[in-house]
């Protein structure tokens, strides 16, 4: 298995205004396709080619340590990006099932959006913020560079299964929002896809 580029389930400018054509253009065409190229061939002629992605970056411990690290950032890439791009979508509204769960971890939806945006601002560096789902428990937490909290603990120093993610790295907001990390990360509530979210909460 070689792993390829996941089409966009929109157009390039189809996030606009809050996420700009150029931004998602360079960053699937580019930065994606980057991590896809690099994993590729860091699994040729290896066991680990015929793993899925979800099965790879749960299974990181068992890589060669020479191949270790470009396994971990860019299938770590590869498997993010796949995720990030189908929880973007405009004009969809959160269900009250998710609503409720929401409610019940942060109070209210308004105090979960403050402390996801407060987290997200204040990670430093690149990385990613998730909101991630363990044993029924709700939790926002941040991982480095391309590290992804199925990876476990002792990996990306969190773990659960993500329900919703933001990418942090600069790649994603600097030609829009330059250094104003807070408008691109207040901008990211017109774009998640509410649905697929209940989604990867309810399965
Ligand atoms: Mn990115």
């Known amino acids: 298995m070689t792993y390829e580029l996941p089409q966009l389930p929109y157009e390039y400018h189809g996030l ?3 996420f700009d054509t150029t931004t998602m253009t360079i960053h699937h065409t580019k930065h994606h ?3 896809v190229n690099n994993a590729n061939i ?3 002629y290896t066991k680990f080619s015929n793993y899925s992605i979800d099965n790879l970056i749960t299974s990181l411990h068992e890589v060669p340590s020479d191949k270790y690290m470009i396994l971990r950032n860019n299938c770590g890439g590869h498997a993010n990006h796949s995720f990030f ?3 973007l979508k405009i004009g969809t509204t959160m269900d009250t099932v998710l609503k409720k769960n929401i409610e019940n971890n942060f109070d209210s939806i308004e105090n979960f959006k403050k402390i996801f945006e407060k987290i997200a601002v204040n990670h430093f560096g690149s990385g990613w913020v998730w909101l991630v789902k363990k044993n029924d428990i709700l939790s926002i937490v941040t991982t480095m560079n391309q590290d992804n909290p199925l990876m476990g603990i002792q990996i990306a120093g969190v773990s659960g299964k ?4 933001l990418d942090l ?20 509530w017109h774009v998640v896809n509410w ?3 209940l989604e990867n909460f309810i399965s």
């Open 16 to 18: 606009e205004p809050y």
């Open 85 to 87: 791009w189908k929880i």
């Open 169 to 188: 790295w600069e790649h994603a907001y600097y030609l829009k929002y330059q250094n104003q990390r807070i408008n691109y990360i207040k901008s990211f």
């Open 33 to 35: 396709q980057n991590y």
């Open 42 to 44: 860091a699994l040729q």
């Open 195 to 197: 649905d697929m979210v």
């Open 162 to 165: 993500p329900i919703l993610g």
